[in-house]
């Protein structure tokens, strides 16, 4: 699921690809640190 949020965020704006995938893995490690 993941990773085809991540796809379709790289076809909407490729330029900006780079920043939205570091924003969707500190969300990530933010979610998953504060539920264990």
Do not use: P
């Not at 893995?25 to 504060?34: A, D, E, G």
């Amino acid at each position: 699921m993941l990773n085809k949020l991540i796809n379709k965020l790289k076809d909407e704006n490729s330029g900006a690809s780079i920043d939205v995938l570091l924003l969707i893995v500190s969300l990530f490690i933010i979610v998953t640190t504060v539920v264990m």
